[in-house]
């Protein structure tokens, strides 16, 4: 009978409200929950017990969701949000609990709800002690007779995170004082915190994003629901009415605080962006397809370039069209750009914060911020909303305002403030989310035909930017961002109009790089350079009679390298191994000028008397090399045919040379 239920015979004023809660805490169970939430809707009880309540609610997810509604809809929206914000510190601080592999179907049942409008902020996990000690015991006749045998399971870390952003989103709009932003802020960092650690998890973005979206008021109509593995509750379109707030203070807010809250809500997306990519998994759909993050600049150049393109190949923007996990990442963006565009965070304010050095002084600062100045934008995060800005009209033919950029001082001021200096031996150990966004930036300011900018006159500038991709090109661990970034690398050293710092850096490379595939890369600038001063183009026509011939066209170029190229290949067989790639592409080089008259004539005369004793070394070690490892593999013997060629070239080159001076004589 009702009367003999504890819950109802205890209620106030049969007990105060301290005494009541802790009846409450000891015969709480999923079965009360239907009483609970009757007795909830008086408004001064929630008022005054609803936010020492939510602790015991959130174990009892997903059958408590219509009580927690109720403390955030009824109770004190100050002291319950300070609540909320506890319980998402102690869900990132808690030891990850490992879930059983089946889990229960009533417990299945919860996730489809915060999907759009009970999807806030920023994931995290819920200490233990809140899900296991914290609970009421739940004794077996609340449970179905066939589930009498079963613990109940706590609910899920994602699930708990999404219930807690549900609150803070009906929370925070109830909240009436002249500084709302304080306690917005107060709520992001601990919400921020706690998505880090389930940000790999699809459903904690969408919570987050749907959080945003509420605090931030948009009108736009909500997106149709998405297939999922999980269900996340999804809060009623028809939301009771809230009760005021308790201490409302009905002082007008000032301007300068509504512009404070939303930077504070600009950069938490800035930041959600950041965790999201950075925490999207390189992938290998087959052994032909490698996906890194969106693969941005990899479709890119497909779309550029589709004639590279291998026809017996899945292309990159093909997987991202076929497959639904990578076509989620693509629409998981476009909500984001939505957001962006909600909150008046335009594609040129992400340019100028992008230009910008990182400022570290206020980065672990614990202040609250008085202003919107205050308040910084993650830099990564700004950098994935400008590409996929970009991509939404380059890809998807969205209309979109995109800035102006250029080479210099926008990309490479980004290149900057984004992988530090080249000294630093880190450059190429960011995350390939990073890279491939650096990389498709710069490859669309160059592919696009977009202007180069003003060069700077230090070189020194220059020449950073320019280490900075070939270091890229070197240590990146992905074949398809080092290969962006030697293309950018190459276009950006061949794009500087002096050709004196174009030969000092390559002279640079081969004579002090510790990097053999990237002082391979430096052989081939070379290469590109004679070539281009040999061959004329539509923007290189044929040089006047009376203009002085490029360095390139002259064998100044190649008696400066030459002791650069030719290097003794008497170093041991494991150095001789490391140095193949290296090796190999002198060879090609060789082989190069030996097959052109005109080369041959103009910058090869004096490396072809010289070069028999090198080529004959290279024999040597080669023998040597193969003996000493195991398994010489390909590359040995593509080093022996090269050297092989290059020996019967130069034989034949130098019996033509003698049969003509025999010729002259006679």
Same mark, same amino acid.
């Given at each position: 009978?009702? &009367? !003999?239920?504890?819950?109802?015979?205890?209620?106030?004023?049969?007990?105060? $409200?301290?005494?009541?809660?802790?009846?409450?805490? $000891?015969?709480? *169970?999923?079965? %009360?929950?239907?009483?609970?939430?009757?007795?909830?809707?008086? #408004?001064?009880?929630?008022?005054?017990? =609803?936010?020492?309540?939510?602790?015991?609610?959130?174990?009892?997810?997903?059958?408590?969701?219509?009580?927690?509604? !109720?403390?955030?809809?009824?109770?004190?929206?100050?002291?319950? +949000?300070?609540?909320v914000t506890e319980l998402l510190e102690a869900l990132t601080v808690a030891e990850e609990v490992e879930e059983p592999e089946e889990e229960d179907e009533d417990q299945k049942e919860y996730v489809e709800s915060s999907t759009e409008q009970a999807?806030?902020?920023?994931?995290?996990?819920?200490?233990?002690?809140?899900?296991?000690?914290?609970?009421?015991? *739940?004794? #077996?006749? &609340?449970?179905?007779?066939? !589930?009498? @045998?079963?613990?109940?399971?706590?609910?899920?870390?994602?699930?708990?995170?999404?219930?807690?952003?549900?609150?803070?989103?009906?929370?925070?709009?109830?909240?009436?004082?002249q500084h709302p932003s304080r306690f917005l802020s107060t709520s992001l960092q601990p919400?921020?915190?706690?998505?880090?650690?389930?940000?790999?998890? &699809? %459903?904690? *973005?969408?919570? +987050?994003?749907?959080?945003?979206?509420?605090?931030?008021?948009?009108?736009?109509?909500?997106?149709?629901?998405?297939?999922?593995? *999980?269900?996340?509750?999804?809060?009623?379109?028809?939301?009771?009415?809230?009760?005021?707030?308790?201490?409302?203070?009905?002082?007008?807010?000032?301007?300068?605080?509504?512009?404070?809250?939303?930077?504070?809500?600009?950069?938490?997306?800035?930041?959600?962006?950041?965790?999201?990519?950075?925490?999207?998994?390189?992938?290998?759909?087959?052994?032909?397809?490698?996906? #890194?993050?969106?693969?941005?600049?990899?479709?890119?150049?497909?779309q550029l370039h589709p004639e590279k393109i291998v026809p017996s190949r899945r292309s990159v923007r093909k997987a991202f069209e076929e497959d639904d996990n990578l076509h989620r990442r693509d629409s998981i963006m476009g909500q984001m750009l939505a957001l962006a565009r909600d909150l008046g965070l335009m594609p040129d304010e992400l340019v100028r914060t992008l230009e910008d050095p990182p400022d570290t002084d206020n980065e672990d600062s614990d202040n609250l911020p008085s202003s919107a100045s205050d308040v910084p934008l993650s830099h990564p995060g700004c950098l994935y909303l400008l590409c996929a800005t970009i991509t939404s009209n380059v890809f998807f033919h969205a209309p979109s305002s995109i800035p102006q950029l250029s080479v210099f001082p926008t990309f490479s001021s980004m290149l900057s403030n984004l992988l530090g200096e080249p000294s630093s031996g880190s450059i190429g150990t960011e995350s390939p989310s990073l890279i491939d966004s650096l990389l498709f930036l710069g490859l669309y300011i160059q592919d696009n035909n977009k202007p180069m900018g003003q060069i700077p006159e230090d070189d020194q500038y220059y020449t950073n930017a320019l280490q900075r991709l070939a270091l890229l090109s070197a240590n990146t661990p992905h074949a398809p961002l080092r290969y962006h970034a030697h293309l950018l690398a190459s276009q950006l050293l061949h794009a500087h109009p002096n050709e004196n710092v174009r030969l000092s850096y390559i002279q640079d490379t081969l004579q002090h790089c510790p990097y053999e595939n990237l002082k391979a890369s430096a052989v081939g600038w070379l290469k590109d350079e004679i070539l281009a001063t040999a061959v004329p183009t539509p923007t290189k026509p044929d040089p006047k009679p009376d203009s002085k011939p490029s360095i390139f066209a002259t064998p100044a170029c190649i008696e400066t390298l030459a002791p650069h190229l030719f290097i003794s290949?008497?170093? =041991?067989? !494991?150095?001789?191994?490391?140095?193949?790639?290296?090796?190999?592409?002198?060879?090609?080089? $060789? $082989?190069?000028?030996?097959?052109?008259?005109?080369?041959?004539? @103009?910058?090869?005369?004096?490396?072809?008397?010289?070069?028999?004793?090198?080529?004959? %070394?290279?024999?040597?070690?080669?023998?040597?090399?193969?003996?000493?490892?195991?398994?010489?593999? +390909?590359?040995?013997a593509l080093l022996a045919q090269t050297v092989d060629m290059c020996q019967q070239k130069r034989r034949d080159v130098m019996s033509d040379r003698e049969r003509d001076q025999s010729a002259e004589k006679t």
């Amino acid at each position: 009978m009702a &009367d !003999d239920n504890p819950l109802l015979k205890a209620l106030p004023p049969a007990v105060d $409200y301290l005494s009541y809660l802790t009846i409450l805490e $000891y015969n709480l *169970t999923a079965k %009360q929950l239907p009483v609970l939430h009757a007795i909830l809707q008086d #408004t001064a009880l929630t008022s005054n017990i =609803g936010w020492d309540l939510v602790h015991l609610l959130v174990p009892l997810l997903p059958e408590s969701q219509a009580c927690l509604q !109720d403390v955030a809809r009824m109770g004190n929206p100050r002291e319950v +949000v300070l609540k909320v914000t506890e319980l998402l510190e102690a869900l990132t601080v808690a030891e990850e609990v490992e879930e059983p592999e089946e889990e229960d179907e009533d417990q299945k049942e919860y996730v489809e709800s915060s999907t759009e409008q009970a999807t806030s902020t920023d994931a995290g996990k819920l200490s233990q002690e809140t899900t296991t000690s914290s609970a009421p015991s *739940t004794t #077996t006749t &609340d449970l179905p007779d066939d !589930d009498q @045998t079963k613990p109940r399971q706590p609910p899920s870390r994602i699930s708990q995170f999404c219930a807690l952003l549900d609150l803070l989103a009906i929370l925070h709009p109830r909240i009436k004082t002249q500084h709302p932003s304080r306690f917005l802020s107060t709520s992001l960092q601990p919400v921020l915190s706690a998505y880090a650690t389930l940000m790999k998890d &699809d %459903q904690a *973005t969408e919570a +987050v994003l749907g959080f945003i979206k509420t605090l931030a008021g948009s009108k736009r109509p909500r997106l149709p629901p998405r297939k999922s593995s *999980t269900q996340i509750l999804v809060q009623s379109e028809h939301t009771p009415n809230s009760a005021p707030d308790p201490e409302a203070n009905d002082d007008p807010v000032a301007p300068e605080e509504h512009a404070l809250q939303t930077r504070l809500l600009q950069s938490f997306l800035t930041f959600v962006a950041e965790g999201y990519i950075s925490s999207l998994p390189s992938d290998e759909l087959d052994p032909d397809e490698v996906i #890194t993050a969106m693969s941005w600049s990899s479709r890119l150049q497909e779309q550029l370039h589709p004639e590279k393109i291998v026809p017996s190949r899945r292309s990159v923007r093909k997987a991202f069209e076929e497959d639904d996990n990578l076509h989620r990442r693509d629409s998981i963006m476009g909500q984001m750009l939505a957001l962006a565009r909600d909150l008046g965070l335009m594609p040129d304010e992400l340019v100028r914060t992008l230009e910008d050095p990182p400022d570290t002084d206020n980065e672990d600062s614990d202040n609250l911020p008085s202003s919107a100045s205050d308040v910084p934008l993650s830099h990564p995060g700004c950098l994935y909303l400008l590409c996929a800005t970009i991509t939404s009209n380059v890809f998807f033919h969205a209309p979109s305002s995109i800035p102006q950029l250029s080479v210099f001082p926008t990309f490479s001021s980004m290149l900057s403030n984004l992988l530090g200096e080249p000294s630093s031996g880190s450059i190429g150990t960011e995350s390939p989310s990073l890279i491939d966004s650096l990389l498709f930036l710069g490859l669309y300011i160059q592919d696009n035909n977009k202007p180069m900018g003003q060069i700077p006159e230090d070189d020194q500038y220059y020449t950073n930017a320019l280490q900075r991709l070939a270091l890229l090109s070197a240590n990146t661990p992905h074949a398809p961002l080092r290969y962006h970034a030697h293309l950018l690398a190459s276009q950006l050293l061949h794009a500087h109009p002096n050709e004196n710092v174009r030969l000092s850096y390559i002279q640079d490379t081969l004579q002090h790089c510790p990097y053999e595939n990237l002082k391979a890369s430096a052989v081939g600038w070379l290469k590109d350079e004679i070539l281009a001063t040999a061959v004329p183009t539509p923007t290189k026509p044929d040089p006047k009679p009376d203009s002085k011939p490029s360095i390139f066209a002259t064998p100044a170029c190649i008696e400066t390298l030459a002791p650069h190229l030719f290097i003794s290949p008497k170093l =041991g067989s !494991d150095a001789f191994v490391a140095h193949q790639p290296f090796f190999l592409a002198v060879l090609n080089f $060789y $082989y190069f000028l030996l097959v052109s008259d005109a080369l041959r004539d @103009t910058l090869g005369a004096a490396v072809l008397r010289e070069s028999g004793d090198w080529l004959d %070394q290279m024999e040597s070690c080669i023998l040597d090399s193969e003996k000493a490892v195991e398994d010489g593999g +390909v590359e040995l013997a593509l080093l022996a045919q090269t050297v092989d060629m290059c020996q019967q070239k130069r034989r034949d080159v130098m019996s033509d040379r003698e049969r003509d001076q025999s010729a002259e004589k006679t």
